[in-house]
């Protein structure tokens, strides 16, 4: 039988470590895994439980996570830690941006432990409520359990208190179920307990840990959740577990969108961040990354080896081969092969930008084609128009940046270079080789190039005895090469 848990009266997240290891100049739990920074998953977690109130405690590098943490979450309490150590300390102060009255569940989890579901932290917080616990701490059972906290296990299976790694005996390091560090607790309990744990141990610091011993002495239930889940209370603390954890994630997030009705043709080599959204019947084939705010709909095909940045992909709509940032392609459009779009391309339904085309801030109308090597950048294009192989619009001066506007239903022919500011009218067509400075009228024809001129028997007279001259003469049926022009 399920208990439903009652929303956390808080959760803290714990945020002041240095994480020395990862060797960075940016605070560890700013790195990012599934296009999110991990305390933007620990956030993200905490806040799916609807918590009354939501705290980070800060210290190493204060100033860049707090702006982040505000920047994803604005209405974050962030509680600066001080020069006292320790997980104890962290909640203390914590609890101290908390009403010193606050009753209920006060769950604790770390900044730098990105794969803790919301679903664990409600079992853990339905567990301790249905239970009745002071304290609750989620554990796992590790081969390894070198340098985690142990649990000492009552023999009725409550808890009866945790050692820290460094402070433990012999018999103590053979136990293998370990502290993850995520906890609920009774608020009240966690206060007066925390107001007598002292700095008297193997490291010096205020131990969290030490709350679970003494709400037992206190004549509080301790108890444990384990759970089989290993990677969910793994953190992370050098960048080789960073891209472990990373990997695992990207994997569960795909497994997801399978079990939802995406084909992922080779999840090994398609990354997707938890931000993007995919609708049923999508395929996505091998080589592909779906970053940031990506969304994509039912019977699109995206892929081989494409990257979408912030991109809206319509229904039935194909990217092959392509990369594409804060774009939207209509339904049934098609992009690519190596195609680069670039920010604010607008592909209308049943459009195409071809092979090895760039845009950038571009509007192409519905059904219209930009299919092969060219350059589109600040430009309107209408609906149903052509534009031939090798069209470029030359939107830049040197100084300033000007559009071009190309109407509805208009055809250009091969290498046009559009001068912009220049307006086409619907209908126009333009010729060859056209340089476009002037505007062209609606169903006008734009020509630029003087006339060709045919000068007979040029090679023979300018290059004799040359193979070119040979090959002439044979295709024009002379014996020999004849001198004739001028
Ligand atoms: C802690 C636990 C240990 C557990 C392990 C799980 C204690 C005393 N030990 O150990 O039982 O097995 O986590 O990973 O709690 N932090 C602060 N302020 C501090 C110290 C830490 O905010 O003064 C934060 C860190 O940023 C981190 C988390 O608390 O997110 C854990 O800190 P860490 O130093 O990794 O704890 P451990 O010593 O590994
Ligand atoms: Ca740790």
Not at 99 to 122: K, M, N, Q, R, S
Not at 242 to 261: H, T, Y
Request: aromatic content about 4%; some cysteine; hydrophobic content about 40%.
């Amino acid at each position: 039988m399920s208990v439903e848990a009652t929303t956390p009266a808080a959760v803290i997240v714990l945020a002041a470590g240095a994480g020395t290891r990862m060797k960075s100049a940016k605070p560890k739990i700013l790195h990012e895994i599934g296009g999110r920074s991990m305390v933007g998953h620990a956030i993200a977690a905490a806040k799916g439980l609807d918590p009354e109130r939501l705290v980070a405690v800060v210290r190493f590098e204060r100033d860049i996570v707090v702006k982040h943490l505000l920047d994803i979450e604005p209405g974050i309490v962030i509680a600066d830690q001080d020069e006292i150590p320790g997980t104890g300390r962290a909640v203390q102060v914590g609890l101290d941006q908390l009403p010193a009255d606050l009753e209920g569940t006060i769950v604790v989890t770390y900044g730098d432990v990105p794969l803790l579901t919301t679903e664990l932290i409600g079992e853990l917080v339905t567990a301790h409520e249905s239970e009745g616990n002071a304290v609750t701490v989620l554990t796992a059972e590790l081969s390894d359990p070198t340098g985690y906290g142990r649990i000492v296990r009552a023999t009725d299976g409550t808890v009866e208190g945790i050692v820290e790694h460094k402070d433990a005996s012999e018999d103590q390091r053979a136990i293998h179920e370990v502290n993850s560090g995520i906890y609920a607790f009774d608020a009240e309990v966690l206060r007066d307990a925390l107001s007598s744990v002292t700095t008297d141990n193997a490291q010096g610091e205020m131990y969290l840990t030490d709350v679970l011993g003494i709400a037992r002495t206190g004549g509080g239930r301790v108890a444990a959740v384990v759970t089989s889940d290993r990677w969910q209370v793994e953190g992370a603390n050098d960048r080789v577990q960073l891209s472990a954890l990373g990997k695992e994630m990207n994997r569960r997030i795909l497994e997801g969108w399978m079990r939802s009705g995406v084909t992922i043709i080779d999840p090994d080599t398609t990354w997707i961040d938890a931000s993007v959204a995919l609708s049923p019947d999508v395929t996505i084939k091998p080589g592909t990354q779906l970053h940031g705010s990506t969304a994509i709909g039912t019977g699109a095909v995206v892929g081989p080896d494409t990257t979408l940045v912030d991109t809206h992909v319509g229904q039935n709509a194909e990217v092959k081969r392509s990369d594409v940032t804060s774009s939207d392609i209509g339904a049934g459009a098609s992009v690519g092969p190596f195609a680069y779009l670039r920010p604010k391309t607008q592909l209308g339904e049943a459009g195409k930008i071809g092979a090895f085309y760039e845009t950038k801030n571009v509007t192409v109308g519905r059904g219209s084609k930009l299919s092969h090597l060219g350059y589109a950048g600040d430009a309107e294009i209408g609906e149903y128009t052509n534009i031939g192989c090798g069209n470029i619009t030359a939107n830049y001066d040197g100084v300033n940046k000007h559009r071009t506007t190309i109407g509805s239903h208009v055809r250009t022919s091969s290498n046009t270079v559009f001068i912009a500011p220049v307006t086409i009218g619907d209908g126009a067509y333009t010729a060859a080789g056209a340089i476009v400075r002037k505007d062209v009228p609606a169903g006008a024809l734009a020509l630029s190039v003087a006339p060709q001129a045919n000068k007979e028997g040029w090679t023979a007279a300018k290059r004799p005895g040359s193979p070119a001259a040979q090959a002439a003469a044979s295709a024009l049926g002379h014996a020999s090469p004849t001198p004739s022009a001028d």
